[in-house]
T-cell receptor, first 116, second 111 residues
Framework: GAVVSQHPSRVICKSGTSVKIECRSL??????MFWYRQFPKKSLMLMAT?????????EQGVEKDKFLINHASLTLSTLTVTSAHPEDSSFYIC????????????FGPGTRLTVL | SQQGEEDPQALSIQEGENATMNCSYK?????LQWYRQNSGRGLVHLIL?????REKHSGRLRVTLDTSKKSSSLLITASRAADTASYFC???????????FGGGTRVLVKP
């Protein structure tokens, strides 16, 4: 149990386009989901906390107009990278926190974004 | 900035040997978790140790936590080539639900 999926797994886009990444909890409800960014051979950096039915909370230095987050249901959060540029190329990983839990987050398999 | 710092950054061992990596953190925590990540993949949760626990075992994994020193260690015994991966510690603060990740240790187990 506790499976989190991400779609797409890989995306290549042209500079200036927008890309949407989906994060789904497949067998549990997640009131809270998290979005992380990871550069090659580096650790995960938390970008934002996505709460179902309310606005996301962004970490310092993360542009909320650049990285739009929508958590419309208890099983789905989306991250849209708007007007993507090559420096946005990265590995984006989401995680989901089961309702009522403050312990283990379940991570998605990640999305590799390459902006040309 | 990352709360957790891990050392070593990279570790290369022979199959059958033990691998030990350490994690230090700065603030009070609710728990500390260890994750494994294979190249280009998502994270796999390995083990969670609560702030009131000192040691925990899971199969070939042994985790210790010293809250007085704000440090934790992960020991993988009798390593296998399949253990080759990056290992991250992550702390959950006493208040809140956000994880803060350490820099990670890249482990290479040579057959």
């Amino acid at each position: 149990g506790a499976v989190v999926s991400q779609h797409p797994s890989r995306v290549i886009c042209k500079s200036g386009t927008s890309v949407k990444i989906e994060c789904r909890s497949l067998d549990f409800q997640a009131t809270t989901m998290f979005w992380y960014r990871q550069f090659p051979k580096k650790s995960l950096m938390l970008m934002a906390t996505s709460n179902e039915g309310s606005k996301a909370t962004y970490e310092q230095g993360v542009e909320k107009d650049k990285f739009l987050i929508n958590h419309a249901s208890l099983t789905l959060s989306t991250l849209t990278v708007t007007s993507a540029h090559p420096e946005d190329s990265s590995f984006y990983i989401c995680s989901a926190l089961p309702g009522g839990s403050y312990n283990e987050q379940f991570f998605g398999p990640g999305t590799r974004l390459t902006v040309l | 900035s990352q709360q957790g710092e891990e050392d070593p950054q990279a570790l290369s061992i022979q199959e059958g040997e033990n691998a030990t990596m350490n994690c230090s953190y700065k603030t009070s925590i609710n728990n500390l978790q260890w994750y494994r990540q294979n190249s280009g993949r998502g994270l796999v949760h390995l083990i969670l140790i609560r702030s009131n626990e000192r040691e925990k075992h899971s199969g070939r994994l042994r985790v210790t936590l010293d809250t007085s020193k704000k440090s934790s260690s992960l020991l993988i015994t009798a390593s296998r080539a399949a253990d080759t991966a990056s290992y991250f510690c992550a702390t959950l603060k006493a208040a809140g639900n956000k994880l803060t990740f350490g820099g990670g240790t890249r482990v290479l187990v040579k057959p």
